[in-house]
């Protein structure tokens, strides 16, 4: 992407790649998040979930790794989704740009396994010139413009609780924004996401639905973060524990 200056002297984003957006070691994420025009196969994500387009993927790649268990099988569908959807907007988000995500302007391409591949999106977004510049406000749009209804969606076609769904997309803004993370909190606590999980309201008022999702806890003399619902992985052959993060004690040895 061509960097061009703003008025304020601000470096913002002109027309060509969004590539440029994703630096470092998250430049993978141009890879999952581009331009409608420049993703083979993209399909819209309205017509996807409408026309039986989920429903089939589901059962490719249950009957590509073995999976019987509808809900696991959709659970785990959906943690590639929420990886490819919130890791790129919240890292370009860290980087003063907003992502357009509403689901009526996105698409969706899919891997032959029937797992989602990459994303497209309508147009490049936003110079967000720094404000709002909190996770909770960061979401915000995120959740009510595209979340809400991929997590409505899993429950009807997929069969999972949207507890379950929400705690899924949970882990990876967690990640993003912890990974992208500046400055250590001024309260010096270690974990910058935290208010994402420990406010029970988004700014806006409405009931924030990851507050929950995951928490720090002691494990000897080792704090690690867990889940509060298990993603159902165990129930799907070769699928390996998400170790401690899980939230069944029984399997985070597994």
Not at 39 to 52: H, N, Q, R, T
Not at 244 to 250: D, E, I, Y
Request: aromatic residues 8%; negative net charge; glycine residues 10%.
């Amino acid at each position: 992407m061509t960097a061009t200056a703003n008025h304020d002297g601000k470096t913002g984003f002109g027309p060509s790649s969004l590539k440029t957006v994703f630096a470092g070691e998250h430049a993978w994420c141009g890879e999952k998040m581009m331009l409608s025009s420049e993703l083979e196969g993209a399909v819209p994500i309205s017509d996807f979930f409408g026309s039986g387009g989920f429903s089939a993927a589901l059962d490719t790649y249950a009957a590509t790794h073995g999976g019987t268990d509808r809900r696991a099988v959709a659970s785990m569908w959906s943690l590639y989704y929420f990886s490819i959807l919130t890791i790129p907007y919240i890292v370009a988000r860290r980087a003063d740009h907003v992502l357009p995500v509403a689901t009526e302007n996105m698409t969706i391409a899919l891997a032959e396994d029937g797992l989602p591949r990459a994303m497209g999106l309508a147009a490049e977004g936003d110079w967000s010139e720094g404000k709002d510049a909190d996770l909770l406000s960061f979401v915000t749009p995120l959740i009510s413009q595209h979340l809400a209804e991929i997590v409505a969606q899993l429950k009807a076609q997929g069969g999972i609780a949207p507890k379950l769904a929400w705690n899924n997309a949970a882990v990876y803004i967690d990640y993003a924004f912890n990974a992208t993370e500046r400055e250590r909190p001024a309260d010096g606590d270690a974990w910058a996401s935290r208010s994402l999980f420990a406010e029970p309201h988004l700014p806006d008022g409405s009931t924030n639905p990851f507050h929950g999702c995951l928490r720090h806890e002691l494990d000897g003399e080792e704090t690690v973060c867990r889940r509060k619902i298990c993603c159902l992985r165990y129930l799907l052959p070769g699928v390996p524990s998400c170790g401690n993060l899980c939230a069944l004690p029984a399997q985070r040895k597994q």
